[in-house]
């Protein structure tokens, strides 16, 4: 499963990729990767109204709904979560920022039985399209590609 940053505007935003940031006020999750990924590009962050920093994503999201924020860098499943709590509020750029990564599942070295029986599963999962349901309840759109 992929790990991106993603920009979450208010539906209806003019705001349709990175840099339509310029001018913008924008926030993220302190210590976080979308932090990260912000920081390391000086011509985004310089180009920024304003970049504020949250001790967690709801804070900035709550944020971005009541208008002090225009945009939100988050991770992708973080967003695409709380966009689905409320339907047809947020939308998400689809063009990441910054690397996109892979997430992973950690195993002690020898448990090498284990890890490839819920490497099994989760292949069987995916064939059969039993995360890409799970992923649409619960994201709003299949995330497992």
Do not use: C, H
């Amino acid at each position: 499963m992929e790990s991106k940053q993603l920009i979450f505007v208010l539906a209806g935003s003019p705001i349709k990729s990175a840099a339509d940031l310029a001018g913008k006020a924008v926030g993220v999750q302190q210590a976080s990767i979308g932090e990260e990924v912000v920081l390391k590009d000086a011509t985004l962050k310089n180009s920024l109204k304003e970049f504020k920093q949250y001790p967690d994503f709801i804070a900035a999201f709550m944020d971005l709904k009541t208008g002090r924020l225009d945009a939100v860098v988050t991770d992708e499943i973080l967003g695409r979560y709380y966009m689905s709590k409320e339907a047809g509020k947020y939308i998400a750029i689809e063009q990441p920022l910054g690397e996109v990564g892979t997430y992973g599942v950690g195993f002690r070295k020898e448990d090498t039985e284990l890890r490839n029986k819920v490497q099994a599963v989760l292949d069987e999962m995916k064939k059969d399209g039993t995360s890409a349901k799970i992923s649409t309840q619960w994201f709003g759109t299949d995330i497992v590609k």
